[in-house]
Nanobody, 118 residues
């Protein structure tokens, strides 16, 4: 069982930056692929990006070049660095974890609100 806790959300002006953290419990964090998702009011949850156990990343086109996902296995933590934020990035951001052979993410955090003002 893995528990995920996000932090770092808040209010920022357009063009600003935020870094979200996702702290994981358990001793096998390094084996997990970690994903970031977001859900804006009235919209479906959407994929933001992911990092696998080897450190390889993949991003949605909407955030490519602005967002960076990283991980620190010694700290059991994944990060989402968000730069050049836009009002349309406003959403609740969730981290999620899964083992590599799983199709779906099995573990989800509670979410953290990111609001970007224009």
């Amino acid at each position: 069982q893995v528990q995920l806790v996000e932090s770092g959300g808040g209010l920022v002006q357009a063009g600003g930056s935020l870094r979200l953290s996702c702290a994981a419990s358990g001793r096998t964090f390094s084996a997990y692929s970690m994903g970031w998702f977001r859900q804006a009011p009235g919209k479906d949850r959407e994929f933001v990006g992911t990092i696998n156990s080897g450190g390889n990343t993949n991003y949605a086109d909407s955030v490519k070049g602005r967002f960076t996902i990283s991980r620190d296995n010694a700290k059991n933590t994944a990060y989402l660095q968000m730069n050049s934020l836009k009002p349309e990035d406003t959403a609740v951001y969730y981290c999620a974890g899964k083992l590599p052979y799983r199709v779906r993410y099995d573990y989800w955090g509670q979410g953290t609100q990111v609001t970007v003002s224009s």
